[in-house]
């Protein structure tokens, strides 16, 4: 990993690393106040011959009993005749002190640690004088070289030690975290499907990958989408298909310009009605589906309440579809209500008794299996190499079956458009229904609705996008002579109808 690739996984993931360095700094920060503050206190001593004449013996004598001297003061007998020879303010049941000794040399150093500074410097210099009255032997004698100085900082690392080693050790375990977290996601979105990762992924910078990277890549370089509702001539490309596919912004510059582009939407006046708009644009209006539990009204549908909504829509469809039962719901934008459309119908149609396949064709986001209750251990993408007698399975209906989208590993290339083929081919249902993407989403939709050659919209009657996005759709579908059916109005009120 290059040090580019470092600072990139941090941008992405610095709520990591922020993480990870108040976390360290607030443990460094006990850790400094936690134990009690001690001061050492030290006094030097000399342990030389007891005689005028130095000799031979008298110098290993020295040497010999150095290391008996540092033990002796380590011990609980000396500390405890210490504490008794301490004057009663300064008296201590406990006192803190050792020796230590340079090898070679007869000095020794003795060490008092507390908490309080005064107390420390009169254990170390009792504790010096103690002993000096310790005869170790006739050769010997210790001499006081350094009385102990009053400390004045407390001993060890202090407070800005610790926050100095925490705010490191935080940045570094920060940097490891999001290091790992962008390495797991890389190899995540290498192994999602080609719509899902070039999503996630880097996006593509030059012209020939803004050109390869098309709604349609079937199709010439340039998509014959209009601007219909936009203010743009027939025959111009459309920003509003291109911006899901062909975006080569940075994150930030993508959310500026969706933002814009849904101020600019918003500002668009509104006709009267999106049942004004399906018949300005030669549509039928398949059904107005209520807010579930609520009304349409008596509206001019003549649909009453949620159930009956989607038993109208499932009529109208099989009058529609009387020689070829193969259809694909979709709408403009996401959250529409496509399955909820879908698997109602589906499930009305199934309940008279006419025979429906439903199909989730949203790979990526499938919900299809969830509202007619079955498995999504197999479906859609294991197609390419299992028949559809092993994906398709029974719902609570005895006359409606379902392929769920399945959990099957699927790479780049057709296969979509070819498991789509062999539904439609293999099929025995009289109608058959295929939950897609939006089609300002995904390039699937359009797949979708190329191998089906028929489609449904279904528009959501509270995004004030509706009406302009509902035109560039129709516009776009006809455009590749796929025919659309009519639309449902999803989540209705009484101002709809």
């Known amino acids: 990993m290059t040090f580019g690739d470092m600072v990139n996984a941090v941008r992405r993931f610095w709520v990591v690393t922020v993480v990870f360095v108040l976390v360290a700094l607030a443990v460094a920060a006990a850790a400094a106040t936690l134990p009690e503050t001690k001061y050492e206190a030290t006094a030097t001593l000399l342990a030389q011959p007891d005689t005028e004449r130095v000799d031979f013996a008298a110098v290993e004598a020295v040497r010999f009993l150095l290391p008996s001297l540092a033990q002796l003061v380590s011990t609980n007998t000396f500390g405890g005749e210490v504490g008794q020879r301490l004057e009663p303010p300064l008296a201590a049941a406990d006192v803190d002190v050792k020796a230590e000794f340079e090898p070679g040399t007869g000095i020794v150093h003795v060490t008092a640690s507390d908490t309080d500074p005064a107390r420390a410097q009169r254990i170390a210099q009792v504790g010096a004088v103690l002993l000096g009255q310790q005869e170790l032997s006739q050769s010997v004698e210790v001499v006081l070289l350094d009385p102990p100085e009053l400390p004045t900082a407390p001993a060890g690392p202090g407070t800005v030690t610790f926050l100095v080693g925490g705010l490191i050790l935080g940045i570094l375990g920060g940097v490891l975290a999001a290091i790992v977290l962008a390495a797991a996601a890389k190899a995540r979105e290498a192994e999602l499907p080609p719509t899902i990762a070039r999503v996630a992924g880097p996006q593509p910078t030059s012209q020939a990958d803004r050109q390869r990277d098309t709604v349609d890549t079937d199709g010439p370089e340039q998509d014959e989408i209009s601007q219909v509702g936009e203010g743009g001539p027939p025959g111009t490309p459309s920003t509003r298909f291109q911006s899901v596919e062909r975006t080569t912004a940075q994150p930030e510059a993508q959310a500026a310009s969706i933002a ?49 909504a989607f038993r109208a829509v499932g009529q109208r469809l099989v009058e529609r579809t009387q020689n070829d039962g193969r259809l694909v719901v979709t709408s403009p934008r996401s959250a529409a209500g496509r399955t909820t459309v879908t698997a109602n119908t589906a499930w009305a149609l199934a309940s008279s008794g006419v025979s429906v396949l439903a199909v989730d064709g949203d790979i990526e986001n499938a919900m299809l299996h969830r509202f007619l209750r079955v498995g999504n251990d197999r479906g859609l993408s294991d197609l390419p190499t299992a028949t559809l007698g092993q994906v398709k399975q029974d719902s609570a209906v005895s006359t409606l079956t379902v392929v769920a989208a399945g959990g099957g590993s699927v790479a780049g290339g057709d296969w979509f458009g070819e498991a789509l083929d062999r539904v439609f ?15 300002l989403d995904s390039s699937r939709a359009i797949q979708a609705c190329r191998t089906s050659g028929r489609a449904i919209l279904v528009v959501d009657s509270a995004d004030p996008r509706s009406s302009t996005d509902l035109a560039s759709c129709v516009e776009e579908l006809r455009s590749r002579e796929i025919e659309v059916l009519g639309v449902v109005i999803n989540k209705a009120s009484t101002r709809h109808v």
Do not use: H, M, Q, W
């Open 425 to 439: 081919a293999e099929a025995a249902a009289s109608l058959v229904l295929v939950d897609c993407p939006a089609l």
């Open 260 to 308: 814009a582009a849904a101020a600019v939407t918003r500002a668009v006046p509104r006709p009267e009605s999106l049942e004004a708009d399906a018949e300005r644009l030669g549509l039928e209006v398949l059904g107005v589906i209520p807010v579930k539990g609520g009304s349409t009204g008596a509206g001019t549908n003549g649909v009453g309440d949620f159930d009956d």
